[in-house]
């Protein structure tokens, strides 16, 4: 008894990392925990309920409801996997275009002091925007534009605003001692931003651009979801399609994007660890 309580003492201890098994079981046994509870609320017929089926359907109604989004339908034509395809590119194309625009940007505040005092406004307001207001400009901005460009556009704002602060910081953070190095060995000007900023701000730099894929795809259902039709489609499309018509197909949606959002993030986060080792030794 003594050592299992010296080991439960030794696991809670303040900033101790826990095993990655252990990790993995206490995440998976929260998960469960949630569906239990999700199950034992909605159990038995929709009278006997604890929770109405008009707020909360049962999770055999939902999976239940999965074929009716599967198929193709004139409401949902191609199935959810065309509309799954269709947010996909959406939120990678204005990462891109965040990206090319966001990280050129923050380098040059981070570096140079006119430049930063010049656009420090532009950073304040990144950090202060409530992007919902965008929503609705970004019809007036973009709509012209035609095609996916309104949503594209709106997805890169939010990337933007997400990214520009955590880059600047990001350079902010690169140790004098580098720059006091390189200037010794004879660098100047845009060789101490290229050749020692840029690649030791590059590990923070991609994990900016990592969380802004996940902010374009928490807002896709904003993004997707006014103005939409079944042709332009997307996953935002589909949740407020169901939303007026038959509420336990929005959960379908709503976990894909759980689900994908989760994956995507896992899947850069490895290949951050393959790009950058030495952050991870």
Request: with cysteine; charged share 15%; hydrophobic share 55%.
């Amino acid at each position: 008894m003594a050592n299992r309580a010296e080991g439960l003492s030794t696991l809670f201890e303040i900033r101790r990392p826990t095993p990655r098994l252990l990790a993995w079981g206490l995440g998976a046994a929260y998960v469960l925990l949630v569906l239990f509870a999700w199950w034992f609320v909605t159990r038995g017929a929709a009278e006997e309920r604890i929770v109405s089926p008009v707020i909360l359907p049962s999770p055999g109604e939902v999976l239940q409801s999965i074929p009716m989004l599967v198929k193709d339908t004139p409401r949902f034509p191609g199935g959810i996997q065309r509309h799954l395809g269709i947010s996909l590119v959406r939120v990678i194309k204005s990462c891109i275009i965040a990206t090319i625009i966001v990280v050129p940007l923050g380098l040059v505040m981070g570096a140079y002091g006119p430049i930063r005092a010049f656009f420090e406004p532009l950073n304040i307001i990144a950090g202060y925007l409530p992007l919902i207001i965008i929503v609705p400009l970004s019809f007036v901005w973009f709509a012209p534009l035609g095609g996916d460009w309104q949503k594209v556009l709106f997805l890169a704002i939010a990337c933007f605003v997400y990214m520009l602060p955590l880059i600047v910081k990001a350079v902010d953070e690169v140790d004098e001692m580098f720059l006091n190095t390189a200037m010794t060995l004879g660098a100047r000007g845009p060789n101490l931003l290229l050749k020692v900023l840029f690649p030791i701000a590059l590990p923070d730099i991609y994990t900016a651009i990592r969380l802004s894929f996940g902010v374009a795809w928490t807002w896709i259902l904003v993004g997707e979801g006014l103005a939409a039709d079944p042709e332009t489609g997307g996953l935002g499309y589909v949740f407020n399609a169901a939303y007026r018509n038959d509420k336990v197909l929005m959960y379908i949606p709503a976990f894909i994007i759980l689900v994908v959002g989760f994956l995507a993030d896992r899947i850069l986060a490895q290949v951050g660890k393959l790009l950058f080792p030495y952050r991870y030794l």
